[in-house]
């Protein structure tokens, strides 16, 4: 993710200021760079984030503790659910078993430093500050990944909901075909418990190996099963006009109105890949088979509550930091944001094992 500042002479003016040896200057010029940094960092991490398409932010005061309603999302009165979530960032995410009541949800606090000498800013050098700028929306995007992929993929492995044909897999319209049919058996409406076609898989995530399979799509047959969920398969060519569209976008973003979406953690010996075989009790090598992640977005099954802060109103604070003395001709800034992940309803994840 590159972010760059644009190179006005406002901007210069207020870089400048920061690298100033009168202690007044720099601090009120410090300041009003955090004021402005805080809003880009977390539009930034809109924008970057894999996990924003799948999660849904439920804003809540700093200083509270932030609880869902879970009678709302299932439309029932009496029962329970597993949900999952994580109470430190970093750590297992682990299964809990709720009644139908208000479900307490852990946060904790995401942050980042960075600093340089100010000499580059007293010369201008908008390219450093935005470097440094960069450097703090990525340390804290990697963590938030990192830890809204982990509650998914865990809650995918103990869901029950993954298809694991066994060897001589490959990613077929066959696959995808039958993952589509359990979504809609597995999906059942809130109130009448019975399948309902307002439910559905919307998304899927997969490795670019598997999107470099569906681009192959434009100019070779496609498998598809006769009568087992592997072999024996005939070839059979996708339409014309299907073939002209994969060929002319370089790819389909789509195939049977389900979303396509490549992650470059996806795949064999890859990060997620790997977190998957930790969590998965079934058959599965990291190093041979990878796992396709379905979606049902229309769930709202992924959530994330995150601090509003009480004088911003922003979501990330950016703030000077203040460890630097004045020999060490350095300036400095810190930002976090507080947030927490849970999925309050498996039945909107679904997986895939390919080999």
């Known amino acids: 993710m590159k972010l760059r500042l644009k190179n006005t002479p406002e901007q210069i003016e207020l870089v400048k200021a920061m690298g100033s040896r009168d202690n007044t200057v720099a601090v009120e010029a410090n300041q009003a760079f955090a004021a402005f940094l805080g809003p880009v960092v977390a539009k930034v991490l809109m924008q ?6 799948i999660y849904t932010d439920l804003p809540f005061d700093e200083d509270d503790r932030p609880s869902i309603p879970l009678d709302l999302w299932y439309d029932a009165g009496e029962g329970y659910v597993t949900t999952w ?24 606090r995401l942050d980042s430093a960075v600093s340089f000498l100010k000499r580059y800013a007293r010369r201008g050098r908008l390219d ?36 694991n044909p066994g060897t001589g ?11 589509m049919t359990q979504v809609k058996r597995i999906n059942r409406s809130y109130a009448g418990g019975t399948t309902t076609d307002a439910y559905g898989l ?13 681009r192959a799509f434009a100019y070779q047959p496609v498998s598809i ?21 994969i060929y002319r976008g370089a790819g389909t973003q789509e195939i049977y109105g389900v979303a396509i979406h490549d992650l470059i ?6 990060k997620y890949n790997s977190l998957f075989k930790e969590f ?20 709202d099954a992924f959530v994330r509550p995150v601090a509003r802060q009480a004088e911003s109103g922003g979501t990330f604070t950016a703030l000077p930091d203040d460890q630097f003395v004045a020999r060490s001709e350095k300036i400095g800034f810190y930002g976090f944001l507080e947030e927490g992940r849970a999925c309050v309803d498996s039945r909107a994840v679904h997986g895939l094992v390919i080999r």
């Open 48 to 53: 970057a984030a894999t996990a924003s398409a």
């Open 85 to 108: 979530s994580q109470s430190v960032a970093g750590g297992l995410p682990t299964s809990t078993v709720e009644g139908f009541a208000e479900m307490k949800v852990a946060t904790y």
């Open 128 to 163: 450093v500050v935005s470097k440094a700028v960069e450097r703090m929306a990525n340390e804290v995007l990697i963590k938030q990944e990192r830890n809204a992929w982990a509650v998914a993929l865990k809650a995918l492995a103990e869901s029950g909901n993954v298809l």
């Open 169 to 179: 897999t490959t990613f077929t319209l066959d696959n995808l075909n039958k993952l």
């Open 202 to 214: 919307t998304d899927l995530f997969v490795s670019p190996e598997i999107k470099e399979d569906i």
């Open 225 to 245: 099963a006769t009568n087992t969920d592997t072999l024996p398969t005939k070839l059979t060519n996708l339409p014309d006009g299907v073939r002209e569209e």
């Open 265 to 270: 953690e996806l795949g064999t010996n890859q």
């Open 280 to 299: 998965y009790s079934g058959t599965f090598t990291s190093s041979t088979d990878e796992i396709i992640v379905g979606l049902d977005l229309t769930k």
